[in-house]
T-cell receptor, first 111, second 109 residues
Framework: SQQGEEDPQALSIQEGENATMNCSYKTSINNLQWYRQNSGRGLVHLILIRSNEREKHSGRLRVTLDTSKKSSSLLITASRAADTASYFC???????????FGTGTRLQVFP | NAGVTQTPKFQVLKTGQSMTLQCAQDMNHEYMSWYRQDPGMGLRLIHYSVGAGITDQGEVPNGYNVSRSTTEDFPLRLLSAAPSQTSVYFC????????FGPGTRLTVL
């Protein structure tokens, strides 16, 4: 079964707007990661946030983690058409660090 | 530095046929994984390996075998293909940050 559930499943915005995607998970984690997948391609790692961190930034990306609510959010600021992709959260926990992916959010950014 | 490579890119099999999906990495990572991606399902872990000679099952291991004789290679074997195995298969390398190959699109008729 999937560990993470993303919300919304799909999101359409105009260039320049911000995009927020949410991820909820079920069990305790070591870290949570966000990946991007362009259509027909492999996944690309965006950012990792550890369980003892609450917020992390990387360029136009901002990730928050609330372990008490078992949830995370990914904010993309000033979006561009090139940000059009599917975004997945993935959690890692236990001694094996197996990565369990959510079902993804499809983001469409219109120029 | 090629990263993670997968072959073939596309494959069509008939039910009952067997085949091996190849995966290789040149980053000297101990940790490698195989996932399948189905529409609306995200990625599901099939098998993973924490080093040469060590493999373990993921969420959906049935119908698949793996071996890890070297650090670089992690092949995935379909023993007797079934239509339910029609999917896109991704190999990944690395532990905390995983680097993904371009995928193999498999159709089983």
């Amino acid at each position: 079964s999937q560990q993470g559930e993303e919300d919304p499943q799909a999101l359409s915005i105009q260039e320049g707007e911000n995009a927020t995607m949410n991820c909820s998970y079920k069990t305790s984690i070591n870290n949570l990661q966000w990946y991007r997948q362009n259509s027909g391609r492999g996944l690309v790692h965006l950012i990792l946030i550890r369980s003892n961190e609450r917020e992390k930034h990387s360029g136009r990306l901002r990730v928050t983690l609330d372990t008490s609510k078992k949830s995370s959010s990914l904010l993309i600021t000033a979006s561009r058409a090139a940000d059009t992709a599917s975004y997945f959260c993935a959690t890692s926990g236990g001694v094996t660090d197996k990565l369990i992916f959510g079902t993804g959010t499809r983001l469409q950014v219109f120029p | 530095n090629a990263g993670v490579t997968q072959t073939p890119k596309f494959q069509v099999l008939k039910t009952g046929q067997s085949m091996t999906l190849q995966c290789a990495q040149d980053m000297n990572h101990e940790y490698m994984s195989w996932y399948r991606q189905d529409p609306g399902m995200g990625l599901r872990l099939i098998h993973y390996s924490v080093g040469a000679g060590i493999t373990d099952q993921g969420e959906v291991p049935n119908g698949y075998n793996v071996s890890r004789s070297t650090t670089e290679d992690f092949p995935l074997r379909l023993l007797s293909a079934a239509p339910s195995q029609t999917s896109v298969y991704f190999c990944a390398s690395g532990r905390n940050t995983q680097y993904f190959g371009p995928g193999t699109r498999l159709t089983v008729l």
